[in-house]
């Protein structure tokens, strides 16, 4: 409304003026700029039972949860620069019992999302140990980590499940009948059951409704048939959450052993994300019906592409992302771009 009465008022000075004689004053293109979405992530961090496993590695003993946190603390406070980052442990760290309460699930954030707040998610993760008798009830915590990112209404919406692949505490399964996690492969209860389906189905129900899940792995190098089994649930569950990997690579998740591998998913899953999907000031509503093209500093002017493979597009009322190799070189320049009318003109 402001921009039309704007251009309106404009007119007729224009007209006036000229009637006059007078000099009229030039238009200016419409350009404003498309600002980088500030990301909202959520940490899903496992330290249950299977994470408490010792394993050696080139002489080196270690346990799963304690290579993970050192990883993350190697690469998570690459994203403080593009997303206000959360953090929730599973089972609780504060009402989880090995022997009364293993499947015991968070009710919070161990960490709100917010910014800068790398340091604060190292802390807790350094405060925090697996325990072998521990649950992993990823599917509640999933869920409560979900409803946290639903109820922030800024941003890019994203959940980093790191973990294992050893997924269990669903008490509405037979015990009798169901994979089972433990070592015997016979369980005494529901909760002991592989929860792999119903998590699958979660992830991929949150991908459909705009959350997607990055999947973090932690695998192992051998061939039997239990890592084997728990590798292909990673990569399904990875394909679920709608950021797998991709190629030729067997391993559709990202491996928490290698901070690298870490940095690579956090860079091109998250960080790309960020510098491609841009804000607006004004509804797309309220400018005029001329084409716009977005231009930056560095990579030059980006045709708009309505079928999403290398260009910009709209994606909602006051957002715009681009797509493709124009995005590639958006994200690689870390560039400023702005939207500017072709065609048409506005104060």
């Known amino acids: ?31 404003f700029d498309a600002t980088p979405t500030r990301l909202q992530v959520m940490l899903v961090v496992d330290r249950s039972g299977s994470m408490a496993i010792n394993v050696f590695d080139h002489r080196t003993r270690y346990d799963f949860y304690r290579r993970m946190a050192d990883t993350l603390r190697e690469t998570v406070p690459a994203l403080d620069e593009v997303a206000d980052v959360g953090l929730i442990i599973f089972p609780d760290r504060v009402h989880a019992s090995e022997r009364t309460a293993p499947c015991a699930v968070a009710s919070s954030a161990d960490v709100a999302p917010s910014a800068e707040s790398s340091r604060r998610i190292i802390a807790v993760l350094d405060g925090t140990e697996a325990l072998t008798l521990l649950g992993a009830p990823a599917y509640d915590t ?54 792999t389906e119903r998590v699958e189905q979660r992830v991929a129900a949150l991908a459909h409704r705009g959350i997607p899940t990055l999947v973090l792995g932690m695998d192992l190098d051998t061939t039997d048939v239990t890592t084997s089994r728990h590798r292909d649930y990673l990569s399904r569950l990875a394909r679920a ?49 001329v084409d716009f093209v977005l231009r930056g500093r560095t990579v030059g002017a980006i045709p708009r592409d309505t079928t999403r493979t290398d260009g910009w597009d709209w994606i909602g009322s006051n957002a715009v992302e681009v797509f493709g190799a124009s995005c590639d070189a958006v994200h690689g320049a870390r560039d400023r771009l702005q939207l500017t009318s072709e065609g048409a003109t506005c104060l």
């Open 142 to 195: 999933i869920n409560v980590a979900a409803d946290i990112l639903e109820r922030r209404s800024v941003g890019s919406p994203f959940l980093v499940l790191a973990a294992d692949g050893y997924l269990d505490c669903n008490a509405s399964l037979n015990p009798r009948t169901c994979p089972c996690i433990n070592l015997s492969g016979i369980c005494s209860v529901a909760t002991e059951c592989y929860d």
């Open 241 to 289: 959450g709608g950021l797998a990997r991709g190629g030729t690579n067997p391993r559709e998740f990202f491996d928490l052993r290698y901070p690298s591998d870490i940095r690579i998913a956090f860079e091109s899953r998250l960080v790309r994300v960020a510098w491609c999907r841009r804000s607006v000031a004004y509804p797309r509503e309220s400018l005029p019906v």
């Open 1 to 31: 409304m402001r921009l039309a009465f704007a251009r309106c008022a404009a007119l007729l000075l224009t007209l006036v003026l000229g009637a006059c004689g007078a000099r009229t004053a030039p238009w200016v293109p419409c350009t």
